[in-house]
């Protein structure tokens, strides 16, 4: 290690070797900080799933809990269905797998919708003197200070058939009778963009508060249109706040639970819902394990797939 002389002869540098001790105590004291937040994460998060795990691989009791025997008959429900009264093979099970895209296309959606609604809203925020875009800021996070439960009832009150809109198209004469919105996809999927949208309007704000403006004002010189500048420059540019952004949204939209139980109605399920159920009215705790073992699967691929991506785009950018 490299230590420098500050006496008056002059500044002269000369190794000394480190001790060991002093390596290994100063390691030491980098894991005795982190240990609080590991001792967190070990009990407060692997341990809860490590139980849901061991959960499913049981078999369900009579009225609730589980008995300790070993099957897999929990995650040979969650695709496949087997007769109530025979232990014969139906097929697919064709409610859960339905549950499963709705969850999957809703989840989708959403993050499409959150993008295209986030992106100007991020760029409007972006282009703003820089006094007041806390201002514009502080505005998107004030959403997040009400409960999740009163803002989808909210929208409730916007979309049903005494709503706002059904109101005011009836009394505009536009319609004759109220449209049916309430307890639909449609109906969930506008809760879940509404309560998700700060979501990605934040990533997207990150991404575009870095971009130079002298290069679309290079582009404009070099006699770009507006859509080439947007197609060529910014919308690479900001791609990582689009891919950060529609990861934040499609992973709590797809284990969503208020918006699609209150929006939904109880018949518009998603994978919330149905976990809920088989740990609630439907007494099987196998089973709501496994789903919800299915359902973290899926969380954990698509980090996957976003972190080898971006893997591969900082290679490109380093071999460029």
């Known amino acids: ?58 078999t369900p009791a009579g009225f609730g809990g589980v008995v300790w025997e070993f099957s897999t008959e929990a995650w040979f429900r969650v695709f496949l269905a087997r007769d109530i009264f025979e232990p014969e093979l139906l097929g697919p099970n064709r409610a859960h797998l339905a549950i ?27 282009t703003r003197p820089q006094r007041s875009r806390a201002v514009w800021l502080f505005l998107i996070t004030i959403p997040f200070w009400t409960n999740l439960l009163i803002r989808t009832f909210a929208i409730q009150e916007v979309i049903r058939n005494q709503g706002l809109i059904n109101t005011i198209l009836l009394k505009a004469g536009a319609i004759e009778a109220p449209i049916q919105m309430l307890y639909t996809d449609f109906a969930i999927l506008v809760g879940m963009a509404y309560v998700f949208l700060p979501l990605m309007v934040l990533p997207l704000y990150a991404a575009m508060d870095k971009l130079d403006i002298r290069l679309l004002e290079a582009g404009y010189d070099l006699y770009a249109s507006r859509w080439r500048v947007l197609r060529h ?26 918006t699609p139980r209150v929006l939904g109605g109880g018949r518009n399920m998603m994978l919330g819902n149905l976990i809920e159920l088989q740990f609630g009215q439907g007494r099987n705790w196998p089973l709501g394990a496994a789903l ?29």
């Open 292 to 320: 919800a073992m299915t359902l973290l699967i899926i969380v954990v691929a698509t980090l996957v797939v976003y972190m080898r991506y971006v893997g591969r785009q900082e290679e490109g950018r380093r071999d460029g």
């Open 1 to 58: 290690m490299a230590v420098r002389d500050l006496s008056p002869a002059g500044p002269a540098v000369r190794d000394e070797p480190v001790p060991p001790a002093a390596v290994a105590d100063r390691h030491g004291w980098k894991w005795l900080l982190c240990a609080p937040a590991l001792t967190i994460l070990v009990f407060a998060a692997s341990g809860p799933l490590l139980i849901v795990l061991v959960y499913s691989f049981l």
């Open 100 to 126: 499963f895209w709705r969850s999957v296309s809703l989840a989708f959606q959403t993050a499409l919708i959150c993008a295209v609604l986030g992106f100007p809203t991020a760029w409007f925020i972006a």
């Open 233 to 258: 420059i910014v919308l690479p540019l900001v791609k990582p706040g689009f891919i950060a952004g529609s990861i934040l949204v499609f992973i709590p939209a797809i284990g969503a639970y208020v």
